[in-house]
Structure formats: C-alpha cells, structure tokens
C-alpha cells in the first residue's frame, strides 16, 4: 500500500468511526420514544419535539463549525464535537423530567454538529473524482451500520430501562471522541480569508443545492423517526418488534449503499437519482395504502437511505474546493434545520390527519425534488462564484 493510499485508508476509517457514532444519537431516541412518550404523558407533537431540539441545535452548530474547519484542526473540532453528545446524552439519562431532557439533547445536538461539514471536507480532499462515489458510500455503510445496530442493542438493554441505552452510548461516544483527537493527524493549513456567505448565496445553482437538501430531510427525517411509532400505531406490533424493524429497516439502507457508489462512480450520479427518488416515494405511500409493512421497510430502507449519497456527491461536485467547509455547512444547517422542523410537523400531522394521509404527504416531498435535480443536471462544473 502506497502512502497515499494509506492516508486515504487511514482517513476514511477515521471519519467513518465518528460517523458512526455520531448517528448511533440519531435513532436511540426515536426507538425509545414509545417508552418515553408512554413514562411522561406525552403526545405525538411532544415526543417528536425532543428530537426536533436535538435537530435544531445540530443544525445551528454546522455553519460556525463550517468557518472553523478553515482555520482550527479539523479532528479536534470532530472529536470534540463526539464529547460533547457524549455529556449532553449522558445529562439525557438522568434528565429530572420532560424539559430537562429538552436542554440536555440540545447540547447533545450541538456537538453532532462538528461532524458532517468537517468529514465532506477531509473525504474530499485525500480521494481523487474518481474514487469519491465508492468512498463516500463507505463512509455512509458506517453510518448505516450504527443504525441498523443501535435500535437492536438498546432493545436489548431495554429490561434495565429506557434511561439505561443512552447512559451506554454516551460512553462509547467518549471513548471515540478521545481516540479521535489523540490519532487523526493532518498538516497545518495556512489560514485563508473565510468565504462569505453572500457568494454562496448569490449562486442559483447553490440555491438549487440548498433546496434539494431541504426537501429530503424534510420528507427523510419524519418517515425515519415515526417508523417505529408508525409500526406499533398501524400494524399493532410490539415496541420490541418495532426496534427490530427499525434496525432491518437500516440494515436495507447499508444494503443498498454499496451498490449506490458503485454505480455513480461508473455512471453518475444524475443518470440513478431520479429513479430512487421515484421508488422511494411509491414505498413510502405504500404505508399510507397500509400494503404489509415487512415489504415496505425492506422497499424504503433500500431506496431512501442510499440516496444521502447522492445528494452529498452532488455538493461536491458543485461545490469549489475553497470554500467547502463553510458551503457544506451551510447545506447541512438548511437540511438538519428542516429534519427538525419535519419531527414536529409530523407530529402535528399525525395527531390531526394519523399516520396514512401524513405519509402520503411526506411521500409526495421525494417528487419534488426531481425537477430541481433536472436543472442541475444540466450544469457541469464548479459554481461560479
């Protein structure tokens, strides 16, 4: 293996162990939302509301951390941020009542911010045009790993409690945080003038980008979220079975990512987005027609979850090298910002409308998406700044 090689190796298993505990956070609350939703009294609005804090303040922290990514080490600042969810969910465990845990996920939140605009950057930078598809899938498959597993062991944690879960995973992000600050090692940079935010936001492609992240999270984070109180709500499984779902759900999205890179690195992302974006809006209607949820899991899992992927591959491709830090955080701050607002506005969905016409709609957001991509894809190169 050839030094370069092995700084690509050595990068990509790095960022992909801080990817993977960063969205462990992600779906530990979710699976163990009916137990909580149950132990305080609470309604769907107010069960979403818990993960939508967790969003809103994951989101407010990318774009500072997008304009430190050009001036501070960017594995101090990822390290960091996992020690920072760490304490927050930690708080989490032993929060007194409903609004302490409020606070608690927001500062967990706040440090799950340091991931994504830092991990684009350092993938971006050690792999080559070429080999960007098959190394982001990577860095998804690791994601997509603690999916599939984080629901699958804190059911399995579940006789000790609900608090219990979250009191485990704080350590292992502690632990991971420590490993990463002490072994990523990247040359010092020069310091640049920070972009501002009006060349960016002047650029109508970058508008288009910024849209389309928009959208999926909106359609993305409400289906993903609710499933597991979807499963137990229309199909009257166990909140068990439901965590069980939930991790097959993911297993299918770890599935699917592989094949994903593969197949933009050989034939563009543009040429497969559309047909994703399609089948994953007819699996999601599909549980508003109430078709045998085992089927539509495996459907959504497969086509949803891969296509992080492909909106990510579209931000670099379009994205200038000098001002990507701060460019993916913007599109991560839109994007979570809308994942948070899609948690409580499906809750209000499904308290007003329940859960069939509320996934309807969520299932009509993937489609409207599909013509922005159309006028991307019309464009070959950087933005013109």
Known sequence: MTGEHLKQA?????????HAINHSFWVLIPTLTPLILEELNLTYVGAGTIFSVYLAAYAAGQIPLGFLAHRVSRPIIMGSGLIISSIGTALTAIAPDYYAILAFQALAGFGGAAHHPLALYLISDVFPQHRLGRALSLHGVSSSISFAITP?????MLGLGWRFPLLAFSALAAVAGILIIAFIRVKPEKVRETPVFSRLLRSPDFGKLLATYGLFSLGQRGIVNFLPLMLAALYQVTVSEAGWWFSIFFFLGLAGQPLVGYLSDRFGWRKIIFSFLAASSAA???FALQIPFWFLVAA?????MPMVILHELSAIEFMPEEVRGIGFGILFTVGV???SVSTTLTGFLVDSLWFPATYAILATIFLLEIPIFLSLSRKHGRLRL
């Open 10 to 18: 050595s990068t990509l298993i790095l960022v992909s162990l801080s």
């Open 152 to 156: 699958m062991a804190a059911v399995a």
């Open 284 to 286: 999601v209607m599909g």
């Open 300 to 304: 959504t899992g497969l086509f949803m």
């Open 337 to 339: 910002a809308l994942a």
